[in-house]
């Protein structure tokens, strides 16, 4: 058998596609900060933990009311957002005067509370979450085994992907959003209420994070650690792609998602440390990330 | 981490009944500190806490109930920490434990990286160690220490039990998949060795990071290698992951292939559910629900946490209620004298019957080949295992000779 660096085509190809999949939850995720940091400044550090949320409320609604993979899949992304809204206006609101690191520090001391609830009444084993029957199964592709699920999960990132970097970079209230970080007081003179969509902004970055919580359940043990074992792979996507890029973000999601495949077949022992020797190369050469401006 | 390691150093204290020496004993002057301190050092919050953590502590509680909080007339006291799973921290908080605080043993310790620190800080101090969470025989063998014993289970047990039992079931070739760190190599080592001594071949290993999100890569390069049996030669939430997601990428289908995971315990088992679990062989130092005496202690336990105990948990109850009658059979508290003792009288309580601890500080006692029961079967929660085979204690543990211990005994 013909074989690229040692390693037999057809088990490349699986790999890639692994990593494509894996890349997928890096790009939402990293799409929610970037919007976040974007448009409102503010380095959410408790995204983590609103995706594991997003995760608790869907199987939630599946072990206490009965509502299945569907439903959760529109309802907990609302629910997590709006849990978000109130988190900006109770407290984030109160420190867009101060640095940077105010927000940070108050995101993470969210995470944490949020984290250490859920460990205290639901323990670190996770609960499990069934995949929803129209996608069980899964298709030979010849060089691996697809699982419908997997290739669902892909198909549906880069929907959400898509439609929000259009929504920001081409529609009319994306362009009143980026005018409204630029010149707040400028833009409110037109008019707009440029509060309450800081809010909104705010609650649809998380309640991304709830999708892909959605969407991770049925891979993923539903565990309060899940947010927290993922949360600094998105950070470093994020710096990598350049703070705010949305297009970046997206970008160096899936990139990295395919990366770290990779390495998984050359090198494993080093594929959960390969994103950050990038992250470390990328800031030394291009400071801004690659799709980020200086400020 | 900052927050992390702050509640890491947080204590949970029992409540000291602080005790007026009424009865004069001979032997109470032999007590350090006039008090008996022990500290359940383990991972209270992450991926192994659910089958050590503060279920352990709940244990070490039970036996120190049962003793009436007191021996030779000194109270009883248990604190607790969380070594987050790294060696670093754990030799830390076992030092300030031992030379600020008092404690005289160190139990539990899950994660055989922080176990072999935590050994080394013991035999330093001559204090003693109860391992019950950790896995690594290297603990009896070649890091093994006058003051260390190794309770529930070791590598070599489960490479016995579930090893030797898959390949007489005819998985002849193995490629293994290991948690990155010293447990994961030396239980693969040890399952290595076992599987060629019952004639069976090894196709090759992959080596996963501790704590990995996605085993799928890994799980691909398993399915890929042919072999009949993969083995998952990792832990806790670990294991967990691995398992679900063979199963979604269909790994089992068609019989070709079968899973062996080489340590589960029976949180594992409760998070993953039966239906995906089922039919997995395991080896365990314990389960519940095998006679009148486990199950009393067990349904106790229960009322206590909710959950049913690992073999874990209920091995640091039979620990530690073998370090303190020794200690009353010794009178007196120091280290290597009360380990002495616990190597003199057998072990008998619900976790064990006719228990030895051999002179490298490995307590032999039977291990318990099973099978995971199908949704079909299962009553209920936890009744999960349908026991197959005993494998008696002499089998299962290596002897002194071949553990490679130096100890002079």
């Known amino acids: ?295 | 981490m900052i927050a992390r390691l702050l509640t890491g150093a947080a204590l949970a204290a029992l409540a000291v009944g602080t005790t007026a020496v009424g009865t004069a004993h001979a032997q109470q002057g032999k007590v350090s500190g006039d008090v008996i301190k022990i500290g359940v050092l383990n991972d209270r919050s992450g991926l192994y806490a659910d089958l050590g953590g503060e279920g352990s502590v709940v244990a070490v509680r039970m036996a120190v109930e049962e003793m009436g909080g007191k021996v030779l007339g000194k109270s009883i006291e248990v604190i607790a920490a969380d070594h987050q799973n790294k060696p670093d921290i754990g030799s830390n908080i076992s030092r300030e434990w031992i030379d600020r605080d008092g404690v005289d043993v160190i139990v539990d310790v899950p994660n055989s990286g922080v176990a072999l620190a935590v050994q080394e800080v013991t035999r330093e101090k001559k204090k003693v160690f109860l391992a019950e969470g950790p896995a690594t025989s290297r603990l009896t063998g070649d890091a093994c220490s006058p003051t260390g014993v190794h309770w529930a289970y070791d590598t070599r047990a489960l490479a016995v039990g579930t090893g030797r039992a898959m390949v007489q079931e005819g998985g002849k070739s193995w490629f293994f998949l290991t948690a990155d760190y010293a447990f994961g190599h030396q239980l693969e080592a040890d399952t290595a060795a076992e599987v060629k001594k019952a004639g069976g071949t090894i196709k090759g290993s992959v080596r996963a990071p501790l704590n990995t999100a996605d085993f799928s890569s890994f799980l691909l390069q398993a399915q890929s290698s042919g072999a009949d049996v993969i083995g998952l030669a990792n832990a806790g939430g670990d294991t967990i992951t691995s398992i679900k997601q063979a199963s979604e990428f269909g790994l089992m289908q068609g019989g070709k292939q079968k899973l062996a995971g080489l340590l589960i315990f029976l949180s594992d088992v409760h998070a993953l559910g039966l239906q995906v679990s089922q039919d997995l062989v395991l080896t365990t130092g314990f389960y519940w629900d095998m006679d009148n005496e486990k199950r009393a202690w067990s349904e106790k336990y229960k009322a206590k946490t909710g959950k049913m105990p690992t073999m874990v948990q209920a091995g640091s109850y039979s620990a530690v209620r073998h370090y303190l009658k020794a200690i009353e059979a010794a009178g007196t508290d120091d280290g290597p004298a009360v380990v002495a003792k616990m190597k003199e009288m057998p072990v008998n309580d619900m976790f064990a019957k006719n228990g030895k601890i051999l002179a490298n500080g490995r307590m032999v006692h039977d291990m318990y080949l099973a099978r995971v029961k199908k949704p079909s079967e299962s009553k209920g929660p936890w009744d999960y295992y349908e026991i197959i085979r005993t494998i008696p204690g002499d089998e299962a543990f290596a002897s002194i000779a071949e553990s490679g211990c130096k100890l002079t005994q």
Not at chain 1, 24 to 41: E, H, K, Q, R
Not at chain 1, 187 to 205: C, K, S
């Open chain 1, 1 to 295: 058998m013909s074989t690229i660096f040692g390693i037999p085509p057809q088990a490349l190809f699986g790999q890639l596609l692994l990593g494509l999949i894996n890349g997928s939850f890096y790009a939402m995720l990293s799409l929610g900060l970037a919007v976040i940091f974007g448009l409102l400044n503010v380095i959410n550090f408790a995204h983590g933990a609103l995706y594991m949320l997003g995760a608790f409320v869907a199987w939630l609604l599946l072990t206490q009311l009965g509502l299945g993979y569907w439903w959760a899949l529109a309802l907990s992304p609302l629910i997590v957002g709006a849990f978000g809204v109130v988190l900006e206006k109770l407290f984030l609101s109160r420190l867009y005067k101060l640095d940077h690191l105010y927000g940070l520090l108050l995101t993470f001391g969210l995470a944490l509370i949020v984290e250490g609830a859920f460990r205290h009444f639901y323990g670190v084993s996770g609960q499990p979450y069934p995949i929803p029957r129209e996608l069980t199964g899964g298709q030979n592709l010849g060089f691996m085994f697809l699982p419908n699920y997997r290739g669902w999960v892909v198909v549906a990132s880069l929907v959400v992907c898509l439609g929000t970097w259009f929504a920001i970079e081409r529609t009319r209230l994306g362009a009143y959003l980026r005018a409204a970080t630029e010149n707040p007081v400028l833009v409110q003179a037109f008019g707009i209420n440029v509060p309450v969509m800081i809010t909104l902004t705010y609650g649809f970055g998380v309640a991304l994070a709830g999708l892909a919580g959605v969407l991770a359940a049925p891979i993923y043990q539903v565990s309060p650690l899940m947010g927290s074992n993922l949360i600094i792979v998105v950070f470093a996507v994020v710096v990598i792609g350049g703070m705010g890029s949305i297009l970046g973000a997206v970008l160096t999601g899936y990139s990295l998602g395919l990366l770290e495949g990779l390495t998984k077949v050359f090198y494993p022992e080093a594929s959960n440390i390969v994103v950050f020797v990038i992250m470390a190369v990328v800031l030394m050469i291009k400071p801004a990330g690659l799709f980020g401006r200086e400020r």
